[in-house]
């Protein structure tokens, strides 16, 4: 299936590579995955996320090289739906030096309402806006882990610039309650360096910020 541009702004033309969320949706019993890699290029044999067993929901980011047309091809495993979100891209040769560099910080924790650490356990349906502080005034966007820890049932965590339209997408995902699900985020920052954070149904929440994107 190759993916060019449905659904999300398609990447300048000297980008290199896309960095996109991945959502494995419902597999065969046993688990599957799914694979994306440069458009006409060669079938890695790799995965990029993996399902557990049918019925099993998981998400996970991944940076992918653009291959001929600016597209990603993106191969199902035993997995009966995808969903492939662009977050951002990788600027080529071409670019202007400084903007857009990613830098990697040690692991620091911002959230985790289990200790009331960044805000409460969230409730069902509820979107909260959260200022990290924990990089500069120079940060466009964060490197986040984010862990679903204990929800009720069945829920899916969304996290985006704080001030904008809550998107169409999910960024982490669990399938049952009581379940521990991690996964990897890439998001702008909002006005005055905030982010919001939306869960289907009441979970705990730990977020770690690896890193920052400078503007």
Request: glycine share 14%.
């Amino acid at each position: 299936m190759a993916i060019l541009g449905r659904g999300f702004p398609i990447p300048p033309s000297d980008a290199s590579a896309v960095v996109v969320t991945l959502t494995a949706i419902d597999g065969a019993p046993g688990g599957g995955f799914v694979t994306a890699y440069p458009f006409q290029g060669s079938y890695p044999p790799v995965s990029n996320v993996n399902l557990s067993d049918a019925g099993d929901v998981r998400a996970n980011l991944a940076i992918v090289p653009l291959g001929e047309s600016g597209a990603i091809d993106v191969r199902m495993a035993s997995v009966n739906d995808v969903a492939v979100d662009i977050v951002g891209y990788i600027t080529g040769s071409s670019a202007a030096p400084g903007g857009g560099e990613l830098r990697v910080i040690s692991p620091t924790r911002v959230v985790d309402t289990r200790s009331g650490l960044g805000f409460g356990r969230m409730a069902a349906g509820t979107a909260l806006t959260f200022n990290p502080a924990v990089v500069p005034d120079e940060a466009a966007g964060l490197l986040q882990n984010t862990v679903l820890v204990n929800p009720a049932g069945p829920t899916f965590l969304t996290t985006w610039p704080a001030g904008a339209a809550q998107p169409l997408a999910s960024s982490n995902n669990a399938i049952v309650a009581g379940q521990v699900h991690a996964a990897l985020a890439a998001t702008p920052l909002g006005a005055g360096g905030t982010l919001a954070y939306y869960t289907l149904d009441s979970t705990d929440l730990v977020v770690d910020i690896t890193g920052y994107f400078v503007g």
